[in-house]
């Protein structure tokens, strides 16, 4: 049996490859080995970088759809540019808060005394 190859792997290396999006064939290829070798002991880095990747995005999204935060001079608080994306509090008010574009009706919610199917056929105007 031949002897094992020793490869010279940075474990800060793979975790940050892992955090760049890289697939495990494409980190492998950087050490010059297999997948299944970085799988089997290196998957800790592995997951320890994807999961960094994953907070990293979850910063940006948040930092654009909030906008970039400024000391107002004449009062010191903080305030917010109007460069911040409406269709990303959209997004995220509907991965994270659970929104959605339609209504949901609960009979609990709707006020005695009215009819919903009256309520429903009332004409709107446009």
Do not use: H
């Not at 880095?45 to 960094?52: E, F, I, S």
């Not at 709707?110 to 056929?121: N, Q």
């Amino acid at each position: 049996m031949a002897r094992p190859k020793k490869y010279n792997i940075d474990v800060e290396q793979v975790e940050k490859l892992a955090s760049f999006g890289c697939t495990n064939i494409e980190i492998a290829s950087v050490f010059g080995c297999s997948p299944d070798l970085l799988e089997k002991s290196y998957s800790e880095y592995l997951t320890k970088g994807r999961q960094a990747g994953k907070i990293r995005l979850r910063q940006a999204q948040w930092k654009r759809a909030l906008g970039t935060p400024y000391k107002d001079k004449k009062t010191g608080k903080v305030k917010y540019k109007n460069d911040g994306s409406v269709p990303m509090l959209i997004f995220l008010g509907k991965q994270v808060l659970g929104q959605s574009d339609q209504p949901t009706l609960v009979e609990d919610e709707i006020v005695e005394g009215f009819d919903i199917e009256v309520i429903s056929s009332v004409p709107t105007s446009k």
